[in-house]
């Protein structure tokens, strides 16, 4: 018997009446007369009296629908538990980045993942490398895009790209005039020390980013002058975006059209591997799988 099987007899049992079930239910009177047929049958007892037209409970019909009520209401409570988990990304592949991270993860990340129907939801969370590499041990994430400082034995690595420190600067920047393309590095690189005396968003060295822009300061021997100070790379970006000074952060993998990188002089002692990590632990089904094949595919990753 199933939930089907309970509630068609309930509704018989409310109704009193064969017809009038069946018009609730939207099936044919005859098709509900097989269903009450059958359920007897397999109970080997009548679970109505039949007076006509009139259907009434037998004892053991009471207690069938007494029963029936109660597996009823217990299968509506676990649908809306399992709706209100739903509701909060119980059901979505947790996906962890850094802060600097927003722009690949919303602008190419994401639409090329949902780019195939029929995979699951997905839950974001934006945080520290350290800490996402910590929820994916701990299994709290089922992947993130992290900065590796070493390697743990319950955890798959994929090494995606390095990364180095970039000068990031609005689009219309004077220093873009003045940069050189030198072989070795990406972007082209600052021509002198002059974009020291421009403003510069300071991001807090508890960051993977401020901390590494600090190193090269401090190797360099020479600051910049700080106009703003921010907590995050996802806060340091905007203030760019918007032309409130420059700023240095770990390359992001994905470059908006309102700002541009430069490479710093010898910013490759700073460099750092990013990489895509998950737990061996972790159970994969086809739409984690496919997200995984779509962050190679992105990074350009060969196997």
Partial sequence: MNIKDYSYIVEIADQASLTAAAERLRITQGALSKYVRRIESELGSP???RHGKRFTLTPIGKLYVDRGREIIRQDQLVADGIQKLKANGADAIRLGYGMGFADFILDRLLPAYFANPGVRPVSVRESSSAELIRDTENCDLDVCLAYVDSFRSGLTYVPLSPARPVLVVPDD???LDTAELKSGYPYP?????????EPFIRIATLTRSGATA?????RIGKHPVNRLYVNDVRSALGAVYRGLGNTIVMEPPYLRNSVAYLCLPEGTREEQQMCMVTSKDLDQDESLIHMQKVVRL???YIS
């Avoid at 690189?189 to 005396?197: E, I, Q, S, T």
Wanted: glycine letters at 4%.
């Fill in 189 to 197: 690189v600052v021509a002198d020390d002059r974009w020291l005396d």
């Fill in 173 to 175: 920047s004077e220093l």
């Fill in 298 to 300: 992105l990074y350009g």
């Fill in 214 to 218: 600090q190193a090269y300061f401090d």
């Fill in 47 to 49: 679970l109505f009296y």
